[in-house]
């Protein structure tokens, strides 16, 4: 079939050709109905309108809902019910669900092929931040001579209230430990490999650690971790990233890029649910467990904040004062992950697994790619579109995500134009857009209509730029009243 390029009927085309196109009919998608509904009951009104799905590229801040994810849920409480503390223990012949004692082991071995890691390195416990600590109170050792962390400046304000707070546990001061990456061009907002790699080599004699981005979460770049990696272990530093924008967005060789430590969230591209549990990878290299050293009285493992459920499942309810880890990752654990967050994640897991991270980057680069082709074409030769696209162009350095730099004073106005066209993104003051066709839920014809919906809305609201008035739907929602414009 052939069809004009930039035609809707094209898109049409690309979804049928698409190799994933069954997995969207995996995920709740939201009715524009629902979106604008003030009530979770449908009303006999909105069952009579039509059933339209809404456009939803916000995967990178909150992803969908598996449609499976309600029934795991359901089965998980009804174990809970029907066996109380047995459920702990007990399989069943009609549940997908491991009994709870044991499902953090199913999510760890789920998770792992995502990442790149063995199923040994991977831990589904606790929240990104709250690993950030726990993994830098190992990882973090500050030294009189090497006592700086090297991270970036813009890096997601949680990410530097933990450096900061790690820095101040060591009765050291922020300004003085911490190394900051800004872009070289004050017009960008991109920072370059080479950049990275030469802070390194400057700074390494007076560096303990090196804590970045996998992706960036405000320009969508994405980092050469593999390079970047391994520098810094040519010169003797540890390095962890931040997973959150990359894990299950971009293919990840945690194990075989030598990655030290990382940390991730699962509630983004990895669907598990508004602040779903998240994870963490520690190299197999740094979670040995040496018996004959224990033996000794030594210590025969690295230094850890330690919880019970990081301890040896063989001797876990035997209740001695004597801690044992884990090997792996799973020895980091604290306390008893709550089985609820886990089951939610393992539904989306579920998904993941009948596919692969090689064909979701595949698809992930293509559409993003599309989404940028539509994005880049302009009115007219003699006009030039209202914004630019922060994100790097080249597919290598980038995710899913696309963040488009309005001219000033268009966001408020843009953002109420798509939300009443039943398009949801993201939004960052004061300008900034950030768009994110994941590719197991959105289609091409997503992106098309998006790009219509976003072009008449810009010339709409730059028209109209000077008439006041302009604010989005989350914004009488109560989003800015509560702070929500912050928190995304």
């Given at each position: 079939?052939?069809?004009?390029?930039?035609?809707?009927?094209h898109?049409?085309e690309?979804?049928?050709?698409?190799?994933?196109?069954?997995?969207?009919?995996?995920?709740?998608?939201?009715?524009?109905?629902?979106?604008?509904?003030?009530?979770?009951?449908?009303?006999?009104?909105?069952?009579s309108?039509?059933?339209?799905s809404?456009?939803?590229?916000?995967g990178?801040?909150?992803?969908l809902?598996?449609?499976?994810?309600?029934?795991?849920i359901?089965?998980h409480?009804?174990t809970?019910?029907?066996?109380?503390?047995?459920?702990?223990?007990?399989?069943?012949?009609?549940?997908?669900?491991?009994?709870?004692?044991?499902?953090?082991?199913v999510a760890?071995?789920?998770?792992?092929?995502?990442?790149g890691?063995?199923?040994?390195?991977?831990?589904?416990?606790?929240?990104?931040?709250?690993?950030?600590?726990?993994?830098?109170?190992?990882?973090?050792?500050?030294?009189?001579?090497k006592?700086?962390?090297?991270?970036?400046?813009?890096?997601?304000?949680?990410?530097?209230?933990?450096?900061?707070?790690?820095?101040?546990?060591?009765?050291?001061?922020?300004?003085?430990?911490?190394?900051?990456l800004?872009?070289?061009?004050?017009?960008?907002s991109?920072?370059?490999?080479?950049?990275v790699?030469?802070?390194?080599?400057k700074?390494?004699?007076?560096?303990?650690?090196?804590?970045?981005?996998?992706?960036?979460?405000?320009?969508g770049?994405c980092?050469?971790?593999k390079?970047?990696?391994?520098?810094?272990?040519?010169?003797?530093l540890?390095?962890?990233?931040?997973?959150?924008h990359?894990?299950?967005?971009?293919e990840l060789?945690l194990?075989d890029?030598?990655?030290?430590?990382?940390?991730?969230?699962?509630?983004?591209?990895?669907n598990?649910?508004?602040?779903?549990?998240?994870?963490l990878?520690?190299?197999?290299?740094?979670?040995?467990?040496?018996?004959?050293?224990?033996?000794?009285g030594k210590?025969?493992?690295?230094?850890?904040?330690?919880?019970?459920?990081?301890?040896?499942?063989?001797?876990?309810?035997?209740?001695?004062?004597?801690?044992?880890?884990?090997?792996?990752?799973a020895?980091?654990?604290?306390?008893?992950?709550?089985?609820?967050?886990?089951t939610?994640?393992?539904?989306?897991?579920?998904?993941?697994?009948?596919?692969?991270?090689?064909?979701?980057?595949?698809?992930?680069?293509?559409?993003?790619?599309?989404?940028?082709?539509?994005?880049?074409?302009?009115?007219?030769?003699?006009?030039?579109?209202?914004y630019?696209i922060?994100t790097?162009?080249?597919?290598?350095?980038?995710?899913?995500?696309?963040?488009?730099?309005?001219?000033?004073?268009?966001?408020?106005?843009?953002?109420?134009?798509?939300?009443?066209?039943?398009?949801?993104?993201?939004e960052?003051k004061?300008?900034?857009?950030r768009?994110a066709?994941?590719?197991?839920?959105?289609?091409?014809?997503?992106?098309?209509?998006?790009?219509?919906?976003?072009?008449?809305?810009?010339?709409?609201?730059?028209?109209?730029?000077?008439?006041?008035?302009?604010?989005?739907v989350?914004?009488?929602?109560?989003?800015?009243?509560k702070?929500?414009?912050?928190?995304?």
């Amino acid at each position: 079939m052939d069809t004009d390029a930039n035609s809707r009927e094209h898109a049409e085309e690309r979804d049928r050709q698409d190799p994933l196109r069954s997995f969207r009919d995996q995920f709740l998608i939201p009715t524009k109905a629902d979106l604008k509904s003030r009530t979770l009951a449908t009303s006999p009104q909105q069952k009579s309108e039509s059933e339209e799905s809404s456009i939803y590229l916000c995967g990178n801040s909150l992803g969908l809902q598996p449609r499976r994810t309600p029934e795991r849920i359901q089965s998980h409480l009804t174990t809970w019910a029907k066996k109380g503390v047995f459920g702990h223990f007990v399989e069943h012949e009609d549940s997908a669900l491991p009994p709870f004692l044991h499902v953090d082991n199913v999510a760890a071995k789920k998770m792992a092929p995502i990442v790149g890691a063995l199923e040994s390195e991977v831990a589904v416990m606790e929240t990104l931040t709250a690993n950030i600590h726990l993994l830098m109170s190992s990882f973090y050792q500050p030294t009189k001579e090497k006592f700086k962390i090297i991270m970036e400046g813009k890096a997601f304000p949680s990410d530097r209230y933990a450096v900061e707070s790690q820095i101040r546990h060591h009765g050291l001061d922020p300004k003085d430990a911490i190394i900051l990456l800004e872009p070289i061009e004050p017009s960008s907002s991109i920072i370059s490999t080479s950049q990275v790699l030469t802070t390194i080599d400057k700074h390494a004699s007076s560096t303990a650690l090196v804590w970045l981005p996998g992706v960036q979460y405000y320009t969508g770049q994405c980092w050469d971790m593999k390079t970047i990696t391994a520098h810094a272990h040519s010169k003797g530093l540890s390095i962890g990233w931040d997973l959150a924008h990359a894990a299950g967005n971009v293919e990840l060789q945690l194990h075989d890029w030598g990655v030290d430590f990382a940390v991730w969230c699962s509630y983004k591209y990895l669907n598990s649910g508004p602040g779903g549990i998240g994870a963490l990878f520690v190299h197999e290299k740094h979670g040995k467990v040496d018996m004959d050293a224990m033996s000794q009285g030594k210590e025969g493992y690295r230094p850890r904040l330690s919880g019970w459920w990081g301890g040896d499942k063989a001797t876990r309810f035997s209740m001695g004062n004597n801690f044992l880890p884990i090997p792996g990752a799973a020895g980091f654990q604290v306390g008893n992950p709550s089985a609820l967050a886990l089951t939610a994640v393992l539904a989306s897991l579920e998904v993941f697994a009948e596919t692969d991270m090689k064909a979701i980057r595949t698809k992930s680069v293509d559409i993003t790619n599309y989404l940028e082709e539509l994005l880049l074409q302009t009115p007219s030769q003699e006009s030039s579109n209202p914004y630019r696209i922060l994100t790097p162009s080249k597919p290598k350095e980038r995710g899913a995500q696309l963040s488009v730099l309005l001219e000033e004073g268009l966001l408020d106005g843009v953002m109420a134009e798509l939300e009443d066209a039943g398009v949801v993104v993201d939004e960052r003051k004061p300008d900034v857009v950030r768009v994110a066709p994941a590719p197991l839920y959105n289609s091409y014809v997503d992106v098309w209509d998006f790009v219509r919906i976003f072009r008449e809305a810009c010339e709409k609201v730059k028209t109209k730029r000077d008439e006041g008035a302009n604010g989005s739907v989350m914004a009488k929602g109560g989003k800015e009243e509560k702070g929500w414009g912050l928190i995304k």
